[in-house]
């Protein structure tokens, strides 16, 4: 089955710096990738996606990127607030429809210093 | 919006004793799933469900159950809880649209203690 590694598990970045957080997945097929921001106490919210047809993608300070080829895709935040500081959680997930799950990396703790 | 509403915040039940957990979903979503979160680990898929009365097993199901009798709700039963299922469980819904991954919609959580 599919296997999502991220990295690192914690970052800290002082306020205004950029934040990178990488994920590798195992299954060539995968077609699908969120990631997902967890506040503390909090339900995980998806605030970026890419699809397998794109190699990268925007939301004002938030890209994602992604390489089929090397079968890893990133997290980037530009001009990192407070508010930013959570824990970060990447997946994917394959057009097999028998499954229909995502699978997770194990989440980065990003802490953004005033 | 979406909303998917877990019955419970916190819970908290003796070894051996029955456990449910019950998540409602409001968009006529299909998929229906239950993860377990612990620190480090992520988010591990216990068993999800894409129709009425139909479940599969996720990566972690020793010790679980699930129930689907209904679109909309998908209930998770500890048969005999043990302390090691101390956890928070989240329950999430998502649309199906072929072979295309759709987003997961994330319930609030259950941070389940077993004593």
């Known amino acids: 089955g599919e296997n999502v590694e991220q990295h690192p598990s914690t970052l800290s970045v002082q306020e205004g710096d950029s934040a990178v957080i990488k994920c590798t997945y195992s299954d060539s097929a995968s077609n699908y990738f969120p990631w997902y921001k967890q506040e503390l106490g909090k339900r995980p919210q998806l605030i970026i996606d890419i699809r397998s047809n794109v190699g990268e993608k925007k939301d004002q300070r938030i890209a994602v990127t992604l390489n089929k080829t090397a079968k890893h895709f990133s997290l980037h935040i530009t001009e990192t607030q407070p508010e930013d500081s959570a824990v970060y959680f990447c997946a994917a997930t394959t057009p097999d429809t028998g499954r229909r799950a995502l699978t997770f990396g194990s989440g980065t703790r990003l802490q953004v210093q005033p | 919006d979406v909303k998917v509403t877990q019955s419970s915040r916190y819970l908290v039940k003796r070894t051996g004793e029955k456990v449910f957990l019950e998540c409602v979903q409001d968009?006529?979503?299909?998929?229906m799933f239950w993860y377990r979160q612990d620190p480090g680990l992520g988010l591990r898929l216990i068993y999800f469900?894409?129709?009425?009365?139909?479940?599969e097993k996720g990566d972690i199901p020793e010790g679980y159950s699930v129930s689907r009798e209904k679109k909309e709700r998908f209930s998770l039963i500890l048969e005999s809880a043990s302390t090691n299922q101390t956890s928070m469980y989240l329950c999430a819904s998502s649309l199906f649209l072929g072979g295309a991954g759709q987003p997961q919609h994330f319930g609030d959580g259950t941070r389940l203690s077993i004593l």
């Open positions: 968009m006529d979503h299909e998929n």
């Open positions: 469900s894409y129709d009425v009365k139909m479940k």
